[in-house]
Every structure is written in C-alpha cells, then in structure tokens.
C-alpha cells in the first residue's frame, strides 16, 4: 500500500460539565514512508507550492526530509526505526494547513504496532505523544497516554488520551477519548475511507473540501466562541504550552 487519502467524517462530543458536539467533513493524506520519491502528480507537490501539497518542515524534526526526520524522532524514545512507517496527516491546501493532529504509525505485519501523536495547539505549541498499541485478531488497536499540553480553554493540560484504532486498507477509524480521573470529558472519532493518491481523487478532494485548512481553524474559533457565552470555566496555557517541544 503505497500514498493514499482517507476521507470521512470527524466528530467532536464534549461530555462535561455540559454536552455539545459538532461534525464536519474531513480527509487525511496517509504517507509511506519508504516511497517520498512518488509523493508527488500534477496537482500535488512535495516540498513546492501547488493546489496541494506536503512539506515536512510542518512537522517534527529540522530536515526537510520527512523519513530523516521520522528516524531521528523514533530513536529519541528508543523505538525501532526500520520497522515500515506511515504518516497520516493534513496535507496543505493552497500553501496553508493547521494540523490539530497527525499520526506517525510504525507497521508490523500490515498493522499499526507503535503510534507517534503529534498535537498542535493554537497558541504555537507542539508535543509528542508515544502511544504503545494491542492489537485484537478483530483489528482493534488499544493505546494511552497521559496529557501534557494545553489545548482547548475549556480542559486544563492534565487528563489521559486513549486511542481506538482501526488501520488497513480499506480506510482508517480513529476515537480518542480524554479522561481525567476516570471520568470522560471529550470524544474525538474520525472514520473514512481509501482513495487512490492521483491527480483525480487531488481534484474531487480540492472541490469538496476547497476551505478545510482555513476551517479547521475558523471552526474551532466558533465553537469556542460558542462555549465561552455558556460560562464555562477559562483556563490559560503555560509557557511550556506555547513551544515546539520536538
């Protein structure tokens, strides 16, 4: 399975002290690591301008070589960096992306073993989350790992993320659930399907999704806004929240 795009639905439920969700489409760029050279058509560059495109200096890592950069950041949690690698994210759309969160997944056998989380806030910090995972024989992939970053006004920078994870040809499912003291506080779950990572799926996905980079953005202002005239308590990042920790 070489590049591919995944495109569904995501969805957002907060769970306390009020409930309030929202839904909107999305699709993710699913990178193979071992294949950069062919990232690249018509309408998709790497590392140039186009209608879509993808630079890894988006990304972890100083290199504008995303597999160097992928390499370097497994060593530094003493992972195994040989292992297949795929990177699924958001790609740029017109020059511009905000990525909330991309996933770095070291394979074995055709499934994901290892789960890297790269989170973005938008008060300019970054942090790494790695994400052991347990594979059930149905293909369910099971993983935590303990919050350190602000993020939303609305949560503070402490809780644990679990991961629910399906990975395979077909498409991608992913539900991440925050918890703090072993209570749910927000369901985030995406769920899509393959398209092929050719000029025809770049321009459907361009015309369906024309504005998604500047929406995820906008999106998450207006919902903030909206939960903000709810009075629901205001918490403030941390200096460490406001650096690229990778």
Same mark, same amino acid.
Not at 44 to 51: E, I, L, V
Not at 88 to 98: E, H, Q
Not at 227 to 242: C, F, G, M, Y
């Given at each position: 399975?070489?590049?591919?795009?995944?495109?569904?639905?995501?969805?957002?439920?907060?769970?306390?002290?009020?409930? @309030?969700?929202?839904?909107?489409?999305?699709?993710?760029?699913?990178?193979?690591?071992? &294949?950069?050279?062919?990232?690249?058509?018509?309408?998709? &560059?790497?590392?140039?301008?186009? #209608?879509?495109?993808?630079? +890894?200096?988006?990304?972890?890592?100083?290199? &504008?070589?995303?597999?160097?950069? +992928?390499?370097?950041?497994?060593?530094?949690?003493?992972?195994?960096?040989?292992?297949?690698?795929?990177?699924?994210?958001?790609?740029?759309?017109?020059?511009?992306?905000?990525?909330?969160?991309?996933?770095?997944?070291?394979? @074995?056998?055709?499934?994901?073993?290892?789960?890297?989380?790269? $989170?973005?806030?938008?008060?300019?910090?970054? $942090?790494?989350?790695? $994400?052991?995972?347990?594979?059930?024989?149905?293909?369910?992939?099971?993983?935590?790992?303990?919050?350190?970053?602000?993020?939303?006004?609305?949560?503070?920078?402490?809780?644990?993320? !679990?991961?629910?994870?399906?990975?395979?040809?077909?498409?991608?499912?992913?539900?991440?659930?925050?918890?703090?003291?072993?209570?749910?506080?927000?369901? +985030?779950?995406?769920?899509?399907?393959?398209?092929?990572?050719?000029?025809? &799926?770049? !321009? +459907?996905?361009?015309?369906? @999704?024309?504005?998604?980079?500047?929406?995820? $953005?906008?999106?998450?202002?207006?919902?903030?806004? !909206?939960? #903000?005239?709810?009075?629901?308590?205001?918490?403030?990042?941390?200096?460490?929240?406001?650096?690229?920790?990778?």
């Amino acid at each position: 399975m070489s590049h591919r795009y995944i495109e569904g639905q995501i969805m957002h439920q907060r769970l306390v002290p009020l409930r @309030h969700g929202f839904t909107y489409d999305y699709f993710f760029l699913d990178i193979d690591l071992q &294949s950069l050279s062919t990232l690249k058509h018509r309408m998709f &560059s790497h590392g140039a301008f186009n #209608w879509m495109g993808f630079d +890894a200096r988006d990304h972890f890592g100083s290199s &504008s070589d995303l597999f160097q950069n +992928a390499q370097a950041l497994c060593r530094s949690f003493d992972l195994d960096e040989t292992l297949p690698m795929r990177f699924v994210t958001l790609p740029r759309i017109a020059g511009f992306v905000f990525n909330p969160i991309s996933l770095l997944l070291l394979m @074995h056998q055709d499934r994901p073993r290892h789960l890297l989380a790269e $989170v973005h806030n938008y008060n300019g910090g970054r $942090v790494i989350y790695e $994400v052991p995972l347990t594979c059930k024989d149905s293909g369910l992939c099971q993983g935590e790992a303990r919050k350190s970053m602000y993020v939303s006004p609305f949560f503070d920078y402490e809780g644990c993320y !679990r991961f629910d994870l399906r990975y395979d040809e077909e498409g991608m499912e992913l539900k991440l659930l925050l918890e703090r003291d072993g209570t749910p506080q927000l369901l +985030a779950h995406f769920k899509g399907a393959s398209l092929p990572f050719e000029s025809r &799926s770049t !321009r +459907a996905l361009l015309c369906r @999704h024309t504005f998604l980079s500047l929406f995820v $953005v906008t999106r998450t202002l207006w919902q903030s806004l !909206r939960l #903000w005239r709810k009075k629901l308590p205001w918490h403030s990042p941390r200096s460490i929240d406001q650096i690229r920790r990778f």
